[in-house]
């Protein structure tokens, strides 16, 4: 399984992409090459299912320094999980076969501040 030393350390002193990133360090090699492309193409066999917000300043593959292929990302403005996401969560585990779900969180995210600021002033 490609993703797994991502989340945990590794013995060898390297903790993955995570511990990576926040050390401003380019993360180890991750398979995104022609080969990996044509494994891909066939068939997708992540080893997580992502639930994260669409914001374009986080790249999930660059926080856990992941691969084409290694995650199914589920992403939306709110980070709300609605029936569309949670069908696509379903896939990801029932069809694809992840082991692993992981819900990231931002506790201070503009539309759902937005979306509270409103709900205050009674317009929502």
Do not use: W
Not at 50 to 69: I, N
Not at 71 to 83: E, H, K, M, S, Y
Not at 101 to 110: I, K
Request: charged share 25%; glycine share 12%; with cysteine.
């Amino acid at each position: 399984m490609l993703g797994a030393p991502y989340f945990r350390s590794t013995g060898d002193g390297h903790d993955g992409g995570n511990a990576d990133f926040l050390a401003d360090k380019r993360s180890v090699k991750t398979s995104r090459d022609s080969d990996r492309r044509l494994a891909i193409a066939r068939a997708q066999v992540p080893f997580a299912v992502l639930v994260g917000c669409s914001d374009s300043r986080v790249s999930p593959e660059l926080l856990f320094g992941t691969g084409l292929g290694e995650l199914f990302i589920v992403r939306n403005a709110g980070n709300t999980v609605d029936t569309v996401a949670l069908g696509s969560i379903q896939y990801g585990v029932q069809v694809l076969g992840a082991p692993l779900v992981l819900v990231l969180d931002d506790r201070t995210h503009h539309p759902r501040r937005a979306q509270s600021e409103e709900q205050r002033r009674g317009q929502g």
